[in-house]
């Protein structure tokens, strides 16, 4: 199993573009987790999916952030515009079901730079 | 405030030795997860004690679970280079449903040869 993909590794903008960043979660997992860790706050959750339904967008720290999953074997979360406030590292993660019994599987992330 | 709170930030030790790291968390809990993180990676699942359970044990690992302090400790025995890493405890909350876990700020842990 290829584990959890996440594109690009590295993204450098500018403030003010948009950016998408890409999630392939394992197969046959039906929950997907979207996280950003910084020094300053640790790692949060922004938003999580469960079958392809957005769950929980509580973390989802205000409007220039979208997230969607069109299937079961991809999602994509979007900051547009971009503020150099957003650079961190962005982690994907999915699990094999809903329950908090079932422990998350982390993509290597997206390392997001916005100057 | 975080839920799970890891006790020391940071810890250097010499292989062999044993390391600990404490979490502690403020409310009712399902279950409480251990992370690892090696530097620029993402983090691994190491082990998931549920809150009926004490003691679990995984190959070096060892975590103990004490619902009435609210507190749960790593201990890694038998320390290795290679154990070099940022571990996370990480907690649902009982009170919420699905799958959300909150993380703590993580033990840095060194390890020197």
């Known amino acids: 199993d290829a584990g959890v993909i996440q594109s690009p590794r590295h993204e450098v903008t500018e403030m003010g573009q948009e950016v998408t960043l890409r999630c392939k979660p394992i197969?046959?997992?039906?929950?997907l987790f979207w996280y950003r860790q910084t020094m300053m706050r640790g790692l949060e959750l922004l938003i999580y999916f469960n079958n392809n339904v957005p769950i929980d967008d509580s973390g989802m720290p205000e409007d220039r952030f979208s997230a969607k999953m069109p299937n079961a074997s991809f999602s994509t979360l979007k900051i547009q515009p971009s503020e150099p406030r957003d650079s961190a590292v962005y982690f994907c993660?999915?699990?094999?079901?809903?329950?908090?019994?079932?422990?998350?599987?982390f993509g290597p992330g997206t390392r997001l730079t916005v100057t | 405030s975080q839920q799970g709170e890891e006790d020391p930030q940071a810890l250097s030790i010499q292989e062999g030795e044993n390391a600990t790291m404490n979490c502690s968390y403020k409310?009712?809990?399902?279950?409480l997860q251990w992370y690892r993180q090696n530097s620029g990676r993402g983090l691994v699942h190491l082990i998931l004690i549920r809150s009926n359970e004490r003691e679990k044990h995984s190959g070096r690992l060892r975590v103990t679970l004490d619902t009435s302090k609210k507190s749960s400790s790593l201990l890694i025995t038998a320390s290795r280079a290679a154990d070099t890493a940022s571990y996370f405890c990480a907690t649902d909350v009982k009170e919420t449903s699905g799958s959300r876990l909150t993380f703590g700020e993580g033990t840095q842990l060194t390890v020197n040869p």
């Open positions: 409310t009712s809990i399902n279950n």
């Open positions: 993660a999915s699990s094999r079901g809903r329950s908090v019994v079932y422990e998350q599987y």
């Open positions: 197969s046959g997992h039906n929950s």
